[in-house]
């Protein structure tokens, strides 16, 4: 059990650009969750997959946000047109039931 | 709707207790959690209890769940200066999906 591990820790880019992230759950969880926080506040629940279905979204992951978990293994979460209010980090768990676990993070800085 | 929340800080000793405590709002929460995280880093899963319990003990963690009053907390005995981060409560909710609702969380500052 290696952890659930997430690529890259860090990202700055400007404002506009396009950006990726990866998170790689832990081997045989078929749940896969990811929360954005900002500073000061607790995570908040963005999308759910069950294997590679993405079963729910929430009203923070708007048109521009997609997210991905083909073969349900790894999944992508893909910010278009990134704003300055997207800068926040990006927390991915995995589970089989309950609990879930946490990745280390990708903070996104929007400049 | 779902809220959780926590008293935002917390002070004490090396070698004292901590008591960290959380209120939610959702009766039907099947389990709640707690959750540390460090600076820059992740959320650390401490430890978590099922609805239908009052109390579940893990070395030095001991979760106090008082279902009527929608209440959580934990205890931390003999804290250590490396105990130091913020908690968070969370409780699950919306049945099938199992998403997570965190409270804003509590710093805890262990004074050597």
């Known amino acids: 059990d290696t952890g659930v591990s997430q690529d890259p820790r860090h990202k700055i880019t400007k404002r506009g650009q396009n950006v990726t992230f990866r998170c790689d759950p832990i081997s045989e969880h078929n749940r896969l969750y990811w929360y954005r926080q900002t500073l000061g506040q607790g995570p908040e629940f963005l999308t759910y997959?069950?294997?590679?279905?993405?079963?729910?979204k929430s009203r923070l992951l708007s048109d521009r946000f997609s997210a991905e978990r083909p073969k349900g293994s790894f999944s992508t979460l893909e910010i278009q047109r990134t704003e300055q209010g997207d800068s926040a980090m990006y927390l991915c768990?995995?589970?089989?039931?309950?609990?879930?676990?946490f990745g280390p993070g990708t903070r996104l800085t929007v400049t | 709707g779902e809220d959780v929340e926590q008293s935002l800080f917390l002070s004490v000793r090396e070698g004292d207790s901590s008591v960290i405590n959380c209120t939610y709002t959702d009766s039907s929460s099947t389990y709640l959690y707690w959750y540390k995280q460090e600076p820059g880093a992740g959320l650390q899963l401490l430890t978590y209890?099922?609805?239908?319990?009052d109390m579940k003990q893990d070395q030095r963690l001991t979760v106090l769940l008082n279902k009527k009053d929608k209440h959580l907390s934990l205890r931390i005995a003999d804290t250590q200066t490396g105990d130091s981060a913020i908690y968070f409560c969370?409780?699950?909710?919306?049945?099938?999906?199992?998403?997570?609702?965190f409270g804003t969380g509590t710093l805890l500052a262990v004074q050597p």
């Open positions: 969370a409780e699950s909710y919306g049945g099938a999906t199992n998403k997570l609702i």
């Open positions: 997959f069950q294997n590679e279905a993405q079963l729910e």
């Open positions: 209890i099922f609805s239908n319990m």
């Open positions: 768990a995995s589970s089989r039931e309950t609990p879930q676990y």
